[in-house]
C-alpha cells in the first residue's frame, strides 16, 4: 500500500490567500485525522472524520479553518484567509476501523508557511 | 489542559546506553498507550504500544512499563543505536479532548544517541 498521501509537501503564501491541503488515507480506513504540528503546542488533533463524516470538529482553531471529505479516498483541510500563525506542518493520519484507538498511520505532511 | 505531560523534553544518551522517556496523564478514561517515533521530515509512526491491563509490553530493544494507579508510563529503549535518535511521542486515547477515538500527544522528546 501506497500509505497515506499528503499534497503540497511544502506550501509558501502570504497573509490573506486562501490555502487548501489534500490528503489521500490508505484504502479501506474508515477514520481519518488531521493534526498540526509546531514547537509550542506540540501535535494537535483538529478535526476527524469516521465514514466520510466530521465526527469531533472541536480542535479547529476557529471558522478560517474547514474541513472536508467528500468521498472515502480524499479529505482537504482550507484555511481562509491565511495567517501567519497557521504556520505549521499539518499532518493526515488514517486508521482501519478495526485496528484499536491509536494505531494511526501518517502522512509525511504538509509545511505551510504565511507570510 | 496539557492531558499528557511528557519528559524529559530532550535526551542524549550515549551509544549502547539505556533511553528513559517518561509521560503521565490525567484522564482516568484513556485506555490505550502507545508511542510514536518520528524522523525529520517524516510523520509520527507507531512504535509500541500498551493497554492499562498489563505493566509492561516489550518488542525487541522498545518496552513500555505502565503504573496504573500513578498514572504513568515510560518508554525504555535498550542499547540505544545512532539510528533510534528521532523525536519520540507518547500519546493516550479515550474519551478526551479530541473525541473518543482522538489521540491525545505529549509534546514530545528529542533524543540523540551519540556514538
Known amino acids: 500500500d501506497a500509505g497515506v498521501i499528503q499534497s503540497p509537501r511544502h506550501e509558501v503564501t502570504e497573509m490573506g490567500q486562501e490555502v487548501t491541503l489534500r490528503c489521500k488515507p490508505i484504502?479501506?480506513?474508515?477514520?481519518l485525522f488531521w493534526y498540526r504540528q509546531t514547537m509550542m503546542r506540540g501535535l494537535e488533533l483538529l478535526i476527524y472524520f469516521n465514514n466520510n463524516v466530521p465526527i469531533d470538529d472541536s480542535g479547529m482553531p476557529e471558522d478560517r479553518f474547514s474541513a472536508k471529505m467528500p468521498n472515502a479516498s480524499f479529505s482537504t483541510l482550507k484555511i481562509q484567509p491565511s495567517e501567519p500563525r497557521d504556520s505549521a506542518v499539518y499532518f493526515c493520519a488514517s486508521r482501519a476501523g478495526t485496528g484499536g484507538p491509536g494505531e494511526l498511520f501518517f502522512g509525511e505532511g504538509s509545511r505551510l508557511t504565511v507570510l | 489542559q496539557q492531558q499528557v505531560k511528557q519528559s524529559p523534553q530532550s535526551l542524549i544518551v550515549q551509544k549502547g546506553g539505556i533511553s528513559i522517556i517518561n509521560c503521565a496523564y490525567e484522564n482516568t478514561a484513556f485506555d490505550y498507550f502507545p508511542w510514536y517515533q518520528q524522523f525529520p521530515g517524516k510523520g509520527p509512526a507507531l512504535l509500541i504500544a500498551i493497554r492499562p491491563d498489563v505493566s509492561e509490553k516489550k518488542e525487541g530493544r522498545f518496552t513500555i512499563s505502565f503504573n496504573k494507579s500513578a498514572k504513568q508510563f515510560s518508554l525504555h529503549i535498550m542499547d540505544s543505536q545512532p539510528g533510534d535518535s528521532a523525536t519520540y511521542f507518547c500519546?493516550?486515547?479515550?474519551?478526551?479532548?479530541?473525541?473518543?477515538?482522538?489521540?491525545?500527544f505529549g509534546k514530545g522528546t528529542h533524543l540523540i544517541i551519540q556514538p
Open positions: 500519546a493516550a486515547s479515550g474519551y478526551s479532548g479530541g473525541g473518543a477515538d482522538g489521540l491525545t
Open positions: 484504502s479501506g480506513h474508515d477514520y
